[in-house]
């Protein structure tokens, strides 16, 4: 079990620019969580995946937001035309099918936008 | 709807102090409960979990209790130390249509040596 993981760990880009992170979750899990964490908060859910299946996104989520999971793997989050609030840490996350199945987090991609 | 309420930080504590965080839940059903710990500049790990009422979690000495008749999942440890200083987060999952972990604001703890 290697863990998710995310890359990148750290990135800076200016307002109007877009990024993308990437998330490789654990290799058995179906399920893959994408959510936002700000300065003092706990995480906002941002969308989930089950396999390749994207199944929920949350209002949080807007046009400029795009996730996808191709092969039911690993994952991406685009940001388009980056804003000086999309500014936080990224938490990829992934778990087994069942509501008693906790998710594992990966160390987050920090977000910073000059 | 489901939410979780945490007792408000910085809780700071001298090394082998007792420790309790107050977490309150509301939720239909019977919900899995959770609570995890962030380290600074890292991300969310699993401290421990339970998933029916008077379940009883346990990990690296913190234990939490589910209490469904008072809805509270609060988490203790007999003697903390110096490394046990993050922010731990209480949660709470349904596996229904939203399959999402509702989360607790978080709590900051600070030991001191």
């Known amino acids: 079990d290697t863990g998710v993981s995310q890359n990148p760990r750290h990135k800076i880009t200016k307002r109007g620019q877009n990024v993308t992170f990437r998330c490789d979750p654990i290799s058995e899990h179906n399920r893959l969580y994408w959510y936002r964490q700000t300065l003092g908060q706990g995480p906002e859910f941002l969308t989930y995946?089950?396999?390749?299946?994207?199944?929920?996104k949350s209002r949080l989520l807007s046009d400029r937001f795009s996730a996808e999971r191709p092969k039911g793997s690993f994952s991406t989050l685009e940001i388009q035309r980056t804003e000086q609030g999309d500014s936080a840490m990224y938490l990829c996350?992934?778990?087994?099918?069942?509501?008693?199945?906790?998710?594992?987090f990966g160390d987050g991609t920090r977000l910073s936008i000059l | 709807g489901n939410s979780v309420t945490q007792m408000e930080g910085p809780v700071t504590l001298s090394e082998e102090a007792f420790l309790t965080i107050n977490c309150t839940y509301t939720?239909?059903?019977?919900?899995?409960l959770f609570w995890y710990v962030q380290y600074p500049g890292e991300g969310l790990q699993l401290l421990l979990k339970a998933t029916k009422a008077d379940d009883k979690g346990s990990n690296k000495g913190f234990e939490a209790t589910y209490r469904k008749e008072t809805t509270s999942f609060h988490l203790e440890k007999g003697s903390v130390q110096v490394s046990d200083s993050a922010v731990y987060f209480c949660?709470?999952?349904?596996?229904?249509?939203?399959?999402?972990?509702?989360w607790g604001a978080g709590t900051k703890l600070i030991i001191k040596p």
């Open positions: 949660a709470l999952f349904r596996g229904d249509s939203n399959y999402q972990l509702i």
């Open positions: 996350a992934s778990s087994f099918v069942g509501s008693n199945q906790p998710q594992h």
């Open positions: 939720a239909t059903g019977y919900p899995s």
């Open positions: 995946f089950q396999n390749e299946a994207q199944l929920e």
